[in-house]
């Protein structure tokens, strides 16, 4: 298969190999994600594992048990630092556990004291990782988001303990708010939508932005994609939507198999309407299940209407090939994502061990399967590619 790759692909290798040391890359409009600390990077430059501690009173357990998604106020402690009344509460759908178990949490450290900041982030997200035994995914994949051109959160690693209780191991990961966005776009105070298990078409809750609600924005952009002359449709969506991020994610989450993000399921994903651009941006969600399936077709069927709507017109299908084409001679190499994959087991190993050494034999072991479903990954998408027809 004849195709040509672009200077992507360059750019592609460069930022993915950055990311075995300290992940960076640059993002839209210019902007660097890795800045000055005010932006909190010193939180998320580098994955280490810190020691947390939460403090939450009687009555706000019981309040979490009526109502987990409403903040309460919590103590919030990291080594001789004390940040108080810390916004708190519980989140996740599939991986959502009570305040008894080992909840995933929220805590917006300026929800009750304006200003208040944790490492520069007035907002962090705790993971349990439920559904993600090697406690890697979302880091490997916002890495390779990040590497393609697509936003992605960052994360690191926490033990967490509350009121005394030994909750184990957490993922934390930047919150998508406008801390996330400065990062990647010029202005962050775009509209910013969440979709969980729908599509454009319907009314998705609003995370930031102005205060309308008649989303006329993403209305726009479910026209565009309904359109039924294709030329049209190419037309109006490259003016409604950023195509060439569009693009990267679609091919992203199909590398990755995130059959449970937008365009193979129309769950687990953020748009942003960039004011810079006028340009709809999608953002990725949820990576905590990822490389599931290794023969996941190189073309799937598409579930999200944008999906369908730009990778079913000669133009989409071309930069997708390309696109996918780019990423396997790029960013996915399967030798180096091992490589940090294998960098990232050895950080985090000693914290799970913590609590009890028999883990560390399970850690090892769905690492190992990781890994090894990572060179599957690339190697049947490389024969996938190879039988494709050429561009042209």
Known sequence: MKIKIKRFTLLLVV?????????????????????????????????????????????????????????????????????????????????????????????????????????GRGRILLNNAHQDPTYLMEAIGGEIFRAADVPAAKVTYARVEMNGRDLGLYVVAEAANKDFLSQYFKKAKGNLYEGSNNDVTDKLEKDGGDSSTEQTDLRALANAAKEPDLTQRWKKLTTTLDIDRFVSFAAVEVLIGHHDGYTMDKNNYRIYHDPASDQMVFLPHGLDQLFAKVDEPLIPEWKGLVAKAVLSTPSGQQKYLERMTGLLAGSFKADTIQARIKELAALIRPALAESNSGTSKAFDEAVAKLSERVAKRAAFIEQQLKAAPASK
């Open 15 to 119: 930022a993915f190999a950055a990311c075995s040391a300290v992940p960076v890359m640059a993002a839209a409009g210019g902007k660097s994600t890795q800045g000055s600390g005010s932006n909190g990077d010193d939180l998320f430059a580098q994955p280490r594992v810190l020691r947390l501690k939460i403090e939450l009173s009687d009555s706000a357990q019981e309040a979490l048990r009526k109502d987990p998604k409403q903040y309460v106020k919590a103590v919030v402690r990291e080594g001789d630092k004390t940040y108080a009344d810390v916004g708190a509460r519980l989140k996740g759908s599939a991986t959502f556990q009570t305040i008894d178990k080992k909840p995933g949490l929220s805590l917006k450290f300026d929800e009750f004291v304006k200003d208040q900041e944790f490492h």
